[in-house]
């Protein structure tokens, strides 16, 4: 019996090994381009701070400041990353670009040590410029359309902000090329910017709707009410006190109007 047991081959064990997937060893072969962006930034700091301790180059700079620049750096690392994800200008880019717009300028401000009194305005046209950015929404119209129209609405508020943060520069600084084009209460024009930008959206939307008219293109036509209101009012100097009356009667028009065209 115990021959028996002995002569008893024992099958072998064939062990095999699990394969990565395509898609993983293609992530393997093909690391991301985002990693680049560090070291050069630190070449290039390096590079600079190594100028200026040799006297080459006589700028005075808030070295400090440049710690500012790291999630400016990461934002732009961000937008390449998701491009190159997406393949598409989309939200996630618009977004991380925006980031480094406004950060980028806060730390420029600090590097530069640029005197706050005079170019606060900066942050209005950063802002507006990161508004701007993120209202081009033709890459989200198929996945989102009803946002898509609504982010359109910051085109508007965008180059209003702009236009703000362009003429108070041109006062604090001065301009005096800019600051001859200002007129009598300029600041009015981009209250007045947005509202003609949500009427404009509306009509474009309704439009598009066989002028069919939904409860998107009352909610623009109620913003264009309010923001046109405030800026004639500020524009013309009135009485600020009948500003609220109006506009509630404005709303209101605009929703009696809207409950008997769907009747």
């Not at 990565?20 to 093909?30: D, G, I």
């Not at 009194?117 to 046209?125: D, N, T």
């Not at 090329?177 to 007129?183: M, Q, R, T």
């Not at 923001?227 to 600020?240: M, P, R, S, V």
């Amino acid at each position: 019996m115990d021959n028996q047991s002995q002569d008893q081959s024992v099958p072998e064990v064939e062990i095999v090994e699990p394969v990565a997937p395509a898609a993983t060893v293609e992530k393997v072969k093909k690391p991301s381009q985002t990693r680049w962006f560090w070291p050069i930034i630190l070449v290039a700091a390096g590079l600079f701070l190594l100028a200026r301790n040799l006297n080459l180059i006589s700028v005075h700079l808030n070295w400090w400041a440049g710690f500012i620049f790291i999630p400016v750096v990461g934002s732009l690392a961000g937008a390449l990353g998701a491009f190159q994800k997406s393949h598409r200008f989309d939200a996630a880019v618009r977004n991380s670009l925006g980031s480094a717009i406004v950060v980028g300028t806060v730390a420029t401000m600090f590097l530069f040590d640029m005197s706050w009194r005079h170019y606060w305005p900066l942050m209005l046209i950063a802002p507006g410029m990161s508004m701007l950015l993120n209202s081009i929404s033709f890459a989200d119209v198929e996945k989102h359309p009803s946002m898509a129209r609504w982010s359109g609405l910051g085109l508007w508020f965008g180059l209003a902000t702009i236009l703000l943060g362009v003429g108070f520069l041109a006062q604090t600084l001065p301009i005096p090329s800019v600051e001859a084009l200002l007129i009598h209460h300029w600041w009015a024009i981009p209250i007045i910017i947005p509202g003609v930008g949500a009427f404009v959206n509306a009509l474009v939307i309704c439009m598009q709707n066989g002028f069919k008219p939904n409860w998107t293109v009352w909610g623009f036509c109620i913003i264009g009410v309010v923001f046109t209101a405030t800026g004639l009012f500020a524009y013309f100097n009135l009485n600020w006190n009948l500003l609220s009356p109006i506009i509630l009667i404005g709303a209101g028009l605009v929703v009696l109007s809207s409950m008997l065209i769907r009747k």
